[in-house]
């Protein structure tokens, strides 16, 4: 390893939370020379908190916090008294004891009994217990979550209770959004293992600064000017002028901006969405990224989660309701629909089915957010506003028989659509070994272990997709970044720079 007699220039590509980690983290160990560009004309990424309806903000991407011990941003929300004041009642405060619960219904309109819809839901929650702490044997090795349920399911006493198949498929639904797949049938069982649920309670609500008041922490950590917005960067040159230059002079990176402006650098940091990768990364990089890192890039899931905010004039649903949940005779999780989707294009006209419910939303007493996953949730970005505010509605009357008014305003979020995302988060397809694929996209490249005589960790990867225990979290994000960041810092440690840190 060479050290150089200058400050390490380092770039890093993304501004979301593991971008935003990684240049506060080295800023405040005295390294200086950082630039962050980000592609959107605002930084936080997938954090994206907006105010479409008037005073308070509503989040179109993370809005929970997950878990508590351990969990940096956890921390800083808890320090920085950011947390919702009473989680407990965190989607709407009623006066009095009234407790706010789901309305689940059926197509035809009756309304299931509180008691049996809590007895099918405890029953699936102990299943997906099982599967993330326990080992389910060689049987379901190879499985996919949807096919390790359904067979539970059948052995279980459920399969004798009228209509808990039903409700067991409309927990399947909320599930594949949790896990932004498209189907539980293609989501691996025994990979769920390796991901960990902190403890402390597992949907933490923000209060009335929603997610960018931890953006706001991170920010005004980083000195004035790091933060370039508005740059996608289209190329990354890396293992430049080795062997023709004395060690440690000359830049081993450059990082060229679509608006064709060039960075050098000694180290890129590259924090850009999985799905984002999976669509630019073979045109991305020269040398090109070796065939071990395209392979896990293009092996790891990275699926689609959106939301339809609704705001209607006045409320239709009872002061005590969070949330309406649709429950279908056959919704498009049941293994036949499934199946029959692998052929054609028809689902798309029952594209609806996919959407869970719609719960109420914090501090918005008029609007209702519903949410689905998956190749419907890619369709209903491409949809028109009108179109997907009137096929809700539609389904509102339907199900609850309730007087439902039209919609004053549809608000979608697009993260499919989005060219500098392609996604929501990062989901583990069925025979994938995540954690094999998970370290391979973290590897910087050339590594400090490869025989290589380049100039090591040129390149960097973080992001949500990088975390073997934590992916798809806001938290998994901010660790990626502390850890490429420290890995640059262990690496001069050892190599030391005389100008940094003092
Ligand atoms: C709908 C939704 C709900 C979610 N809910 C939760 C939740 O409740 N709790 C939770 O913990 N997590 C949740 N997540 C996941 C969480 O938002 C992400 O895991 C996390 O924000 C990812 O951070 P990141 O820094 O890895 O990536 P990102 O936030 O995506 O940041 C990457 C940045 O790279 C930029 N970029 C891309 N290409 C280029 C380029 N060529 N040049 C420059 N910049 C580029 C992008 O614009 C982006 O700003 C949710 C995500 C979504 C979409």
């Known amino acids: 390893m060479s050290a150089i007699n200058r400050d390490p220039k380092i770039v890093v590509i993304g501004a979301g939370f593991a971008g935003l980690t990684a240049a506060s983290h080295l800023t405040k160990h005295g390294y200086l020379n950082v630039t962050i560009l980000e592609a959107m004309d605002r930084p936080g990424g997938r954090v994206h908190t907006t105010k479409p309806f008037g005073e308070n903000v509503i989040d179109l991407g993370a809005n929970w916090i997950h878990g508590q011990d351990g969990n940096p941003i956890f921390i800083m929300a808890k320090e920085h008294g950011l947390l919702a004041e009473n989680d407990s009642c965190s989607t709407m405060c009623l006066p009095g004891a009234v407790t706010p619960k789901d309305y689940f219904f059926h197509q035809n309109g009756k309304l299931f009994d509180s008691d049996e819809v809590e007895h099918v839901c405890q029953v699936f929650d102990n299943l997906m217990s099982k599967a993330f702490n326990e080992e389910l044997g060689p049987k379901y090795k190879e499985t996919s979550l949807g096919d390790y349920l359904d067979e539970e399911f059948s052995a279980s006493e459920l399969i004798s209770i009228e209509g808990a198949k039903m409700v067991f498929e409309w927990c399947k639904r909320v599930e594949c959004t949790d896990e932004a797949c498209s189907s539980l049938y293609e989501f691996s069982v025994s990979q769920l293992r390796l991901y960990t649920a902190l403890e402390g309670g597992f949907f933490n609500s923000l ?242 272990s490869c025989n290589s005589t380049n100039k090591p960790l040129q390149v960097l990867f973080a992001g949500e997709a990088t975390h073997v225990n934590y992916y798809t979290t806001t938290h998994g994000a901010y660790l990626s970044g502390e850890r490429e960041a420290q890995r640059i810092i262990n690496y001069y440690k050892k190599s030391p720079v005389s100008s940094v840190g003092k």
């Open 207 to 448: 209060g009335p600064g929603g997610y960018q008041a931890i953006l706001d922490i991170l920010l005004k950590s980083l000195p004035l000017g790091v933060l370039v917005c508005s740059t996608p960067v289209k190329f990354i040159k890396w293992n430049l002028n080795q062997g023709t230059s004395p060690p440690g002079e000359m830049y081993p990176v450059k990082v060229i901006c679509d608006n064709d402006e060039e960075l050098e650098a000694d180290h890129a940091i590259v924090t850009v969405p999985l799905g984002y990768l999976q669509e630019k990364a073979t045109e991305m990089f020269y040398p090109p990224l070796p065939d071990w890192k395209i392979r896990a890039i293009n092996r790891l899931g990275f699926g689609t989660v959106s939301k339809i905010f609704l705001e209607f004039e006045k409320t239709f649903w009872p002061v005590d309701c969070s949330g309406i949940q649709l429950v279908w005779e056959q919704g498009h999780e049941d293994k036949d629909m499934y199946m029959s989707m692998l052929d054609g294009d028809s689902w798309k006209d029952t594209w609806y089915k996919k959407i869970c419910g719609f719960d109420t939303v914090a501090r918005h007493p008029n609007v209702l957010c519903g949410w689905i996953t998956g190749k419907e949730a890619e369709y209903m970005e491409i949809l028109d506003d009108n179109i997907v505010g009137e096929t809700c509605t539609r389904l509102l009357r339907l199900f609850t028989n309730w007087d439902v008014s039209n919609p004053v305003r549809v608000v979608r979020s697009l993260w499919k659509e989005n060219p500098y995302v392609r996604g929501s988060y990062t989901y583990i397809p069925v025979g994938v070994d995540a954690q094999k694929e998970q370290e391979a996209l973290a590897e910087p490249l050339p590594s400090v």
